[in-house]
Structure formats: C-alpha cells, structure tokens
C-alpha cells in the first residue's frame, strides 16, 4: 500500500494495539478538521472515506471527491463519482483463468515493446480459490467424494497447470488449491481480517479490510463487515494491476431488523423474505446496510447468509457493522487474539462500530417475529413462495407453464417406478449460501436422524447431493454423529465446492432423462442455493425451488412438489403412524445444543494450518518456471486472448457505428446467464461442431464454466443457453436468430460469421434489467468477440453494464416512452448511432437512428450508460485492459 500524497484534512494519526504503533487516516481528525458530520454517515459509507483519505494524491483521489462524501449528507445521495481502491482481490477459477490468461497474454504485448514482460504483475494481494470446477458425476456413495476429486483433476488437468504456472510465474498471487472449499467461505473463514495491516516505509498502517471479487457472492464477507462485492473479471484485473474502481458514491438504505426469528424458521426463511423486499424496494445499484436491536439475535453466519444474496436482491452488497458478534466470530474462527483485539479497538476509535445514529438515503424495516418457513422460485430468487402455500403454488405454475392441469406420467426403464410432472429429481444441499450456515446445516442432519429413525428413506429418482462450503462443515457433521444419516439418505459428501448452484449438478441417469423426453415432463429441482434461473440447474430440469438445508432433505422424503409438508404423511413409522414433517423438525435448541458440543475454532485452526497443500493430485502437477507462459497451439482449454493483437501506441477514439443489425432483440430480465456461456456444452451447436473438428468425444466437452479460457470455445456459446428466446426468430429457443435479408433462421454464431464476412456491425435489443445475476465476464467478453457494438436496452444491471463498457462495448438506454415493442423493432431494422466518431461524454443523450425494411426512419434520444470519465477512457481505448496496458508500456 501506498498511500497517497496529500492529506487536506489532517487526518493521519497513530494508534497503539498490542504494544504496537500503527498509522491509521482518522475520521474522528477529519471531522474535526473541516469533515462536519461525518460521525452520522452509514458505516459502509465511512469506509469508503477513509479510503479516499488514505490516497489522495490530487490526481486520482481529489478533496472535492471527500468533500463529496460530506456533501452525500445533504440528500443522501450524490452524483459525484470517486476513485476507490480495495484492499485485495478474489478470484474463483472459472473467472480467475481467463484473468491469468489476460495477465499472460498482458506480458507478451509488453515483451513485443520491447519492455521487461515481469513487471506485468498484481499489485494488490489476490486470493484466487478453484472452487467452480466440480461436478456432481458421483453421488449418494460413500466414495463420491473421491472419485469425483479424481474426474475434476482428469477434465481439468490442463487448466490446473496453467494456474499452477500463474502462481509462480506472478507476485503477490495465493492458490487455494481444490477441495478445500467454496471462494466465499474460505473468505469469511480464513482470508478476512475485518482490519487489514500493510507496512509501508517502515511505518504499519492499519484500515479497513475491503475487497471485490470475480463472483457476485463475494458480497457474503459483509457479514463480517468486510465491506466487498463481486465485478467482472475484467473490472477486477484492473484492480489487481493498480487501477482505481471508478463509481459513484452510492445511496445507502438503512435495513432496520428488530426481534427474533420464532421456533421452526432458518436464515433461508429470512433470506428469502429480506430478498423480497428490497427486490420490491429497488435497491439495484445502492449499498444496503442492516442496523437494530435485532442484530444481537443474528448470528455471523445468519449474516453472511443475507449479505450472500446481495445479487439476489439487487444491491451492490448488504452490509452489516463490527460488532460484539464479529468479534466472537473471529475467535471461533480461529483468528488470534491480537487480530481481535485490533479490530476492535480501530473500529470504535474510527466510529465503525455498529450504532443506531446514522442517516440512511431511505429505511426498510423487518420485524423478525414475523418470518415464517418460505422456499422461492421456480425461476428467479425473489419469487418468495410460503411454505403453507408451495403445494398449490405449484400446481398454478405447473398450470400456467403447460396450459395443462393434468399431470403426465412416464415409467422408468428397469425400475418399478415412473416419475411425472413436479418429480422431484435432483436434491441438493449447495453453495455459499448454506453451506456457510451451521445452523440450518445441523438442522438438516437432525431432521436426517429423525427420519431414517422413523424408517423414511429418500425416493428412489431423486439425485441426492451435499457441497459444503468449507472442510469444516465436514468436521462438525461428523462430531455430531449426524453425517452418517445424511449417508443413509443419499446426502454424502461429493465434493467441497460450487456445485448445483451453478450449472455442475451433474447428469442425472440415463432412464431419468429418457423418462423425461418420452413424456416432456415438467421435472423440479429443490437446493439450497442462491440461483434459479432457468435452464441453470440442469438443462432436464424446467423448475428451480431455492430452499433451507432441512426442507431439501424434507422434500428429497416427499419426492414431489405437489406434497404438502404441512399436510401430507411421509409414510409409516414401525408402528404403523403417519410420519409427518413436525413429526422429524428438529427444535431451535436441539440445534443450539448440537452446535455448542460439536463445533470448536480449533476445526478451523486444523483446516486452514495447511491451506496451500491441496490434494496429491494437486501436487504432483508439475510446471515450468518462466515469465512467459508457453501456450499449446493444440489446447481447447486454455488458448492465448486475442485482446491485445496489433495494439495500436492510441486510443482507437469513437469509432462510428452504421447501418448495424439487431443480432438478438431480447425481454425482461435475460441474465447473464442468457448470455454467457454456461452449464454443459451440447453436441448439436457451434461449440460441439468445433469439438468435433478437434477429435474432442462428447463424453469430454466438459462445461463451459471449465472452457473459459478458450475464447474459440466461449464466443461460440455466447447467448446460446438452451432458454433463451430471441423475438427476432420467434417460436425457437436457444441460441438462434435471423439472418437478414435473407430472413434465414439460424445459429448465432453462425449468423455472426456470415455478417463479419459482409463487415456488418451489430447490436443487441434488451428489456428491462438486462444483465442481472452473475458476474460473468464472458457475457461481456463474448459479446464484443462476436462483433456486437452496442447495447440497447431499458435498464442495465450494475456489473454487467461495467463490464461491456470494460470490453469496449457501448451501452445505451431507451428514455421514458420508448421500447423495442413501442418501436415495433422486429430485427429487419437498420441501426446507427448518430454522429458517434464525433465523440460522446458521460451520460450524454444519444440520438440512435432506426431505419425500417419498409423505408421509414426514426430518430430516438437515448441515454448513453457510461457513466464517469473513468468509464469513457476504457471506451475509448476499446476496453479497460487496453487501457491499462498503454498506460504501462
């Protein structure tokens, strides 16, 4: 760290922790010197102050930008943009290989300059964990675990040595190695510090820990008052090599909690409920920081839990503030007591430490009494649903979904079973969400013991599956004697990592899914992750139910979404009674006990003492040392980025775009999701038609996610998921659009590369929301390969709308009143935006012109989404890496 040359307000001072000086920057000082009232900000709000504090240099960091902070009290929102630096970076694989890939291919460009390619390095700490890349091929076995381990270290073998070469070949670049567990558990765990040191000319000075990571959950570790949140991989490869993060200063909703949960209720019941709310808030874009007299009945990881699924309602991150709970976190987690202790005395000497006195841009409020049992879906995250109510809010989405009420069945080839519309079939206890929770993870294990006591056993057609976050998880279930009854209902352990959540559920058996087909059955998923969306969790699976650890165990019993828990009787007991859900319901207290004798730091302490070593696997890929990576022309994995070919001393300026075709014209809410690649690759697309003339069998496509590395294979998957539907060639779903005007349906890859014979620019045509969900770098990236240059859309999710401006790509909004339906855009259209190449400023109106097949035109304003100066440089320079790299050579 190297703080900044300036120092307006006074503020830097010294502190003494442990018999130990540190320097810190003040807020106490700087209100005193001209910062008035600054006592009264939010507290994530204060962390970006002492931030800018600590680098002003007049250059970057202004004191009209602090000053701006003080200002933000006035209205409680600002217009004012600032130059922020986090502490640190966290990567997870899927998103942390094509960094590492840029960085490589970063350090040829310099070699070609002439330059010295090793001075190419992070200059903040980055923590990349592989976390992504298992997959559920092995599961309800004892042995899963294992061979699965073995079929991730044989798909990605290629992948592994080239992280492997990275965490050699750069400084100030940490590997957490294969299962050890998911990025944001090993995060809130091991990596945070709540307050961060860094010496700097002998001096230690000491700050807020703070971070942004290639995933959107990385906005968990707020639970721990570790302010952070997720960026594209391109946002956050310009902060590993020193660039500030452009942003405004953001509003910040005050989410007041008061009481308890009553008896019977998880933190996915509150989580579920919080995200409801401030989805119906509109919080997209602000920081949501939680205070009240209830946060003393919330636990860390019932806090990590809701700042998890800051995506899911929106929000740039929930925050929670240091407080005795963090505290007692940190010990049980086994953080030394002099970590404690300085976290502790900073944050009441800065006036971080969790109080009521703080103004808030607007106020929710949540009475925790008031929370009862609530699953979400079948499709999106804030689709809160009662738990009372699932049975028949299932059957009206059954209705409305196959204009059908009754229910098809199918007989399953050698058993003597069939399964049919709202069959349960994948049930899984997955990702970060829960997995950081012991709570609702003992209570899914007691509610294992009572039923397999009760002699209940899971339906035979449900695929069973449990991803812990975190090795410990393992420790504790095991301590409690409850992993066995997971066991015995099919829950074993089959990896540490993301699993489910994102698309790595794996394939369900072969007669499964030839039952499905024969009938085109409407199958569900229940799991206990953050994500729905369609066609995420398996390409077989058409409804997604997000739900707690003991109702995923609850509904793998049940075996069907139509089965009322509150209700119906899971089968017989040895005496012959009805065995019903408050029949094997573990109570608040007997979780509380379990926990209290069953989970101690030393567990964390034993897990984390060897968190570089990875399994054998791990350490036996060998690598060569060298500044220049030595890529394999034959590789389908990991292939040199083409970002930096012919990298022109300028900036490219404002290039015109004219007479460019609409590629997709797309509805509400398409995630990224829609439009980066995901999920396994079908043999039947561009993506299985390259394999194919690669000698690549099926068997070994792997997933997209494990492809990242390979633009060849990335760009042809992009806007190519199996749900997504372009109005342009309607009737059809997936990747498929109309080439015009020949008015010809095909693939779009296929499209692509007949309009970059014809030298066509193109764009794309969004709704509402376009780019929610997660922090896909390769939405971004595969759509400026494919040639699009533009985005025209209603409104634009935070990091998606960053990241096609960090690739070049412009984004711009509709006004009030006009829409692709109000302009009765079909795709025949002819779009050019109007006087471009003679440049444009931030949030500037742009007239767009459209020019119909019928001969009208129309000339539309729009608003141009590039929204600071920061932003319109990466433009400018056709990207941010771009940027970046002219700035060093």
Same mark, same amino acid.
């Given at each position: 760290?190297?703080?900044?040359?300036?120092?307006?307000?006074?503020?830097?001072?010294?502190?003494?922790?442990?018999?130990?000086?540190?320097?810190?920057?003040?807020?106490?000082?700087?209100?005193?010197?001209?910062?008035?009232?600054?006592?009264?900000?939010?507290?994530?709000?204060?962390?970006?102050?002492?931030?800018?504090?600590?680098?002003?240099?007049?250059?970057?960091?202004?004191?009209?930008?602090?000053?701006?902070?003080?200002?933000?009290?006035?209205?409680?929102?600002?217009?004012?943009?600032?130059?922020?630096?986090?502490?640190?970076?966290?990567?997870?694989?899927?998103?942390?290989?094509?960094?590492?890939?840029?960085?490589?291919?970063?350090?040829?460009?310099?070699?070609?300059?002439?330059?010295?390619?090793?001075?190419?390095?992070?200059?903040?700490?980055?923590?990349?964990?592989?976390?992504?890349?298992?997959?559920?091929?092995?599961?309800?076995?004892?042995?899963?675990?294992?061979?699965?381990?073995?079929?991730?270290?044989?798909?990605?073998?290629?992948?592994?040595?080239?992280?492997?070469?990275?965490?050699?070949?750069?400084?100030?670049?940490?590997?957490?190695?294969?299962?050890?567990?998911?990025?944001?558990?090993?995060?809130?765990?091991?990596?945070?510090?709540?307050?961060?040191?860094?010496?700097?000319?002998?001096?230690?000075?000491?700050?807020?820990?703070?971070?942004?990571?290639?995933?959107?959950?990385?906005?968990?570790?707020?639970?721990?008052?570790?302010?952070?949140?997720?960026?594209?991989?391109?946002?956050?490869?310009?902060?590993?090599?020193?660039?500030?993060?452009?942003?405004?200063?953001?509003?910040?909703?005050?989410?007041?909690?008061?009481?308890?949960?009553?008896?019977?209720?998880?933190?996915?019941?509150?989580?579920?409920?919080?995200?409801?709310?401030?989805?119906?808030?509109?919080?997209?874009?602000?920081?949501?920081?939680?205070?009240?007299?209830?946060?003393?009945?919330?636990?860390?990881?019932?806090?990590?839990?809701?700042?998890?699924?800051?995506?899911?309602?929106?929000?740039?991150?929930?925050?929670?503030?240091?407080?005795?709970?963090?505290?007692?976190?940190?010990?049980?987690?086994?953080?030394?007591?002099?970590?404690?202790?300085?976290?502790?005395?900073?944050?009441?000497?800065?006036?971080?430490?969790?109080?009521?006195?703080?103004?808030?841009?607007? *106020?929710? &409020? $949540?009475?925790?009494?008031?929370? %009862?049992? #609530?699953?979400?879906?079948? =499709?999106?995250?804030?689709?809160?649903? @009662?738990?009372?109510?699932?049975?028949?809010?299932?059957?009206?989405?059954?209705?409305?979904?196959?204009?059908?009420?009754?229910?098809?069945?199918?007989?399953?080839?050698?058993?003597?079973?069939?399964?049919?519309?709202?069959?349960?079939?994948?049930?899984?206890?997955?990702?970060?969400?829960?997995?950081?929770?012991?709570?609702?993870?003992?209570?899914?294990?007691?509610?294992?013991?009572?039923?397999?006591?009760?002699?209940?056993?899971?339906?035979?057609?449900? *695929?069973? &599956? $449990?991803?812990?976050?975190?090795? %410990?998880? #393992?420790?504790?279930?095991? =301590?409690?004697?409850?992993?066995?009854? @997971?066991?015995?209902?099919?829950?074993?352990?089959?990896?540490?990592?993301?699993?489910?959540?994102?698309?790595?559920?794996?394939?369900?058996?072969?007669?499964?899914?030839?039952?499905?087909?024969?009938?085109?059955?409407?199958?569900?998923?229940?799991?206990?992750?953050?994500?729905?969306?369609?066609?995420?969790?398996?390409?077989?699976?058409?409804?997604?139910?997000?739900?707690?650890?003991?109702?995923?165990?609850?509904?793998?019993?049940?075996?069907?979404?139509?089965?009322?828990?509150?209700?119906?009787?899971?089968?017989?007991?040895?005496?012959?009674?009805?065995?019903?859900?408050?029949?094997?319901?573990?109570?608040?207290?007997?979780?509380?006990?379990?926990?209290?004798?069953?989970?101690?730091?030393?567990?964390?302490?034993?897990?984390?003492?060897?968190?570089?070593?990875?399994?054998?696997?791990?350490?036996?890929?060998?690598?060569?040392?060298?500044?220049?990576?030595?890529?394999?022309?034959?590789?389908?994995?990991?292939?040199?980025?083409?970002?930096?070919?012919?990298?022109?001393?300028?900036?490219?300026?404002?290039?015109?775009?004219?007479?460019?075709?609409?590629?997709?014209?797309?509805?509400?809410?398409?995630?990224?999701?829609?439009?980066?690649?995901?999920?396994?690759?079908?043999?039947?697309?561009?993506?299985?038609?390259?394999?194919?003339?690669?000698?690549?069998?099926?068997?070994?496509?792997?997933?997209?996610?494990?492809?990242?590395?390979?633009?060849?294979?990335?760009?042809?998957?992009?806007?190519?998921?199996?749900?997504?539907?372009?109005?342009?060639?309607?009737?059809?779903?997936?990747?498929?659009?109309?080439?015009?005007?020949?008015?010809?349906?095909?693939?779009?890859?296929?499209?692509?590369?007949?309009?970059?014979?014809?030298?066509?620019?193109?764009?794309?045509?969004?709704?509402?929301?376009?780019?929610?969900?997660?922090?896909?770098?390769?939405?971004?990236?595969?759509?400026?390969?494919?040639?699009?240059?533009?985005?025209?859309?209603?409104?634009?999710?935070?990091?998606?709308?960053?990241?096609?401006?960090?690739?070049?790509?412009?984004?711009?909004?509709?006004?009030?009143?006009?829409?692709?339906?109000?302009?009765?855009?079909?795709?025949?259209?002819?779009?050019?935006?109007?006087?471009?190449?003679?440049?444009?400023?931030?949030?500037?109106?742009?007239?767009?012109?459209?020019?119909?097949?019928?001969?009208?035109?129309?000339?539309?304003?729009?608003?141009?989404?590039?929204?600071?100066?920061?932003?319109?440089?990466?433009?400018?320079?056709?990207?941010?890496?771009?940027?970046?790299?002219?700035?060093?050579?």
């Amino acid at each position: 760290m190297k703080p900044g040359t300036k120092n307006s307000y006074n503020s830097l001072s010294e502190i003494q922790i442990n018999n130990q000086n540190y320097k810190y920057f003040s807020l106490k000082k700087a209100e005193e010197n001209g910062l008035e009232g600054i006592s009264k900000l939010p507290k994530s709000i204060k962390v970006l102050l002492e931030n800018l504090l600590r680098y002003e240099d007049d250059l970057s960091v202004t004191k009209n930008q602090i000053e701006a902070i003080k200002n933000w009290l006035k209205d409680k929102k600002s217009k004012t943009e600032i130059a922020y630096r986090p502490a640190r970076v966290l990567l997870q694989d899927y998103t942390g290989i094509p960094a590492v890939a840029d960085l490589a291919a970063m350090r040829e460009a310099v070699k070609e300059k002439d330059k010295d390619p090793s001075t190419i390095n992070p200059l903040s700490a980055v923590d990349l964990v592989i976390d992504h890349s298992v997959q559920v091929d092995q599961s309800a076995k004892s042995d899963s675990f294992e061979k699965n381990v073995d079929i991730e270290f044989q798909r990605n073998g290629e992948r592994y040595s080239f992280l492997k070469w990275g965490q050699s070949a750069f400084d100030n670049f940490r590997i957490v190695p294969p299962g050890t567990g998911i990025c944001h558990q090993v995060n809130l765990e091991y990596l945070s510090k709540v307050v961060w040191s860094e010496e700097y000319k002998g001096d230690k000075y000491i700050f807020p820990d703070t971070l942004v990571g290639t995933d959107s959950h990385t906005t968990m570790v707020n639970g721990l008052s570790v302010l952070g949140w997720g960026v594209g991989g391109i946002e956050a490869e310009a902060g590993m090599l020193g660039q500030p993060i452009s942003m405004l200063i953001p509003e910040v909703v005050g989410f007041e909690v008061t009481n308890k949960m009553p008896e019977g209720t998880t933190a996915t019941d509150l989580v579920l409920t919080v995200v409801k709310m401030l989805r119906d808030k509109g919080v997209v874009g602000k920081f949501v920081e939680f205070y009240g007299s209830g946060l003393k009945n919330l636990t860390l990881a019932d806090r990590a839990t809701i700042a998890n699924m800051a995506p899911e309602y929106g929000a740039t991150c929930g925050f929670f503030p240091i407080d005795e709970e963090t505290l007692k976190y940190l010990e049980f987690s086994g953080r030394n007591k002099e970590t404690v202790k300085i976290v502790e005395d900073y944050a009441k000497e800065q006036g971080l430490w969790a109080s009521d006195q703080i103004e808030f841009t607007d *106020k929710v &409020s $949540l009475d925790m009494s008031t929370i %009862v049992p #609530t699953i979400s879906g079948p =499709k999106r995250p804030q689709d809160k649903v @009662l738990l009372t109510e699932a049975s028949s809010s299932f059957k009206k989405v059954f209705e409305e979904a196959t204009n059908n009420n009754t229910q098809k069945t199918s007989k399953v080839d050698n058993t003597d079973y069939e399964i049919k519309d709202g069959s349960i079939l994948i049930a899984a206890i997955t990702s970060c969400t829960n997995t950081s929770n012991p709570s609702v993870l003992i209570g899914a294990g007691l509610l294992a013991k009572k039923a397999v006591e009760k002699g209940l056993n899971v339906k035979p057609w449900v *695929k069973t &599956s $449990l991803a812990p976050g975190s090795q %410990v998880v #393992t420790d504790y279930l095991e =301590k409690a004697g409850l992993n066995t009854f @997971l066991d015995q209902l099919g829950f074993n352990l089959v990896g540490y990592g993301c699993t489910t959540c994102i698309g790595n559920s794996g394939p369900l058996a072969d007669n499964i899914v030839s039952a499905i087909q024969k009938e085109n059955l409407y199958a569900v998923s229940v799991l206990s992750g953050n994500r729905n969306f369609e066609g995420r969790i398996s390409p077989h699976i058409k409804a997604n139910y997000l739900a707690s650890p003991p109702l995923v165990v609850a509904y793998a019993l049940a075996g069907h979404m139509e089965f009322d828990l509150y209700k119906d009787s899971f089968g017989k007991d040895k005496d012959g009674n009805d065995v019903y859900l408050k029949d094997i319901w573990p109570s608040n207290k007997e979780i509380e006990d379990t926990l209290k004798s069953s989970l101690n730091a030393e567990m964390f302490v034993k897990r984390y003492s060897n968190v570089s070593e990875g399994p054998k696997q791990w350490q036996e890929i060998n690598t060569e040392k060298s500044d220049i990576y030595n890529w394999d022309d034959g590789s389908t994995y990991v292939k040199k980025p083409p970002f930096f070919e012919n990298l022109s001393d300028k900036p490219e300026g404002f290039k015109a775009i004219k007479d460019a075709r609409p590629l997709l014209i797309l509805g509400d809410m398409v995630t990224t999701d829609h439009i980066s690649p995901a999920g396994n690759i079908q043999k039947d697309s561009p993506t299985g038609e390259y394999f194919m003339k690669h000698q690549i069998q099926q068997k070994d496509f792997n997933s997209y996610g494990s492809r990242r590395g390979n633009h060849e294979v990335m760009m042809r998957g992009t806007f190519a998921n199996i749900r997504i539907r372009n109005e342009m060639a309607p009737g059809t779903e997936g990747g498929f659009t109309k080439l015009y005007p020949e008015e010809k349906v095909m693939p779009i890859y296929d499209a692509v590369v007949e309009y970059k014979k014809r030298d066509t620019d193109l764009v794309v045509i969004g709704g509402k929301e376009y780019g929610t969900g997660s922090s896909r770098d390769w939405a971004a990236k595969g759509t400026k390969l494919l040639g699009i240059k533009a985005v025209i859309a209603e409104s634009f999710e935070r990091i998606h709308r960053s990241n096609l401006i960090g690739m070049g790509v412009l984004p711009l909004q509709f006004l009030e009143g006009f829409d692709r339906k109000k302009l009765n855009l079909i795709g025949s259209e002819l779009i050019s935006v109007v006087e471009l190449e003679k440049g444009i400023n931030p949030s500037d109106k742009i007239k767009v012109e459209i020019k119909y097949a019928s001969g009208e035109s129309k000339i539309i304003d729009t608003l141009c989404r590039i929204d600071t100066k920061n932003e319109l440089e990466y433009y400018k320079n056709g990207g941010i890496l771009q940027y970046v790299l002219r700035n060093m050579i």
